[in-house]
């Protein structure tokens, strides 16, 4: 969808009690290897503040944002696909959303060949791939990053779920990672309505 200001394939649309904003981020996307600048953008300024205001007005009990590209892996700039190669959009959010708490917020991504989950504050992405592609393991600048939650790095061919269950202030979203063959790896509660 995006806009005629903005061309693009992000949109929004809710199920139940739950509003999913899919982020485009390729089309207005800079080159990763990008010297780092206040202007490099992975997102662009005008699906940022599309998301800002998404997220602001949503009444929605669980706010799921899903962006191709791991939104709080670390890295050198231009290393590994990620959010961290456009740091100051990626701060410039955070301070936002830091400033304008979201209840019920869940980031989901992907891309890197192996799963993981961030922790921000309060907000958790879980970042899984890949079931049948090749494996790429964490490397240790990777698992220095303090947003890691390490007992939930995968490094072998898996899938991920996530589960909303729950009643009233007790709903809840549950991301779960299996191996290829359907086993139980381990389960996080990444975000509650109440």
Do not use: I
Request: aromatic content about 8%.
């Amino acid at each position: 969808m995006g806009s005629a200001q903005s061309p693009g394939t992000w949109c929004r649309f809710a199920h139940q009690d739950a509003e999913f904003f899919l982020l485009d981020c390729r089309f207005n996307r800079d080159p990763e290897k990008a010297p780092p600048d206040a202007a490099k953008a992975m997102f662009g300024p005008q699906q940022m503040a599309w998301l800002k205001k998404g997220l602001a007005e949503s009444k929605a009990a669980f706010k799921v944002v899903a962006g191709g590209s791991q939104l709080l892996s670390e890295g050198k700039n231009g290393v590994h696909s990620g959010w961290h190669s456009y740091a100051a959009e990626r701060d410039d959010f955070l301070a936002w959303l830091k400033a304008n708490p979201v209840k019920g917020l869940v980031l989901l991504s992907g891309d890197r060949h192996n799963t993981q989950v961030f922790r921000e504050g309060e907000v958790h992405e879980f970042s899984c791939s890949p079931l049948t592609s090749k494996v790429s393991p964490v490397d240790k600048a990777e698992l220095a990053n303090p947003r890691l939650d390490k007992e939930c790095v995968v490094e072998t061919q898996n899938f991920g779920t996530l589960e909303f269950s729950g009643r009233g202030a007790s709903r809840q979203v549950t991301a779960r990672a299996h191996d290829s063959d359907g086993k139980l790896l381990w389960t996080r509660v990444l975000a509650t309505a109440g």
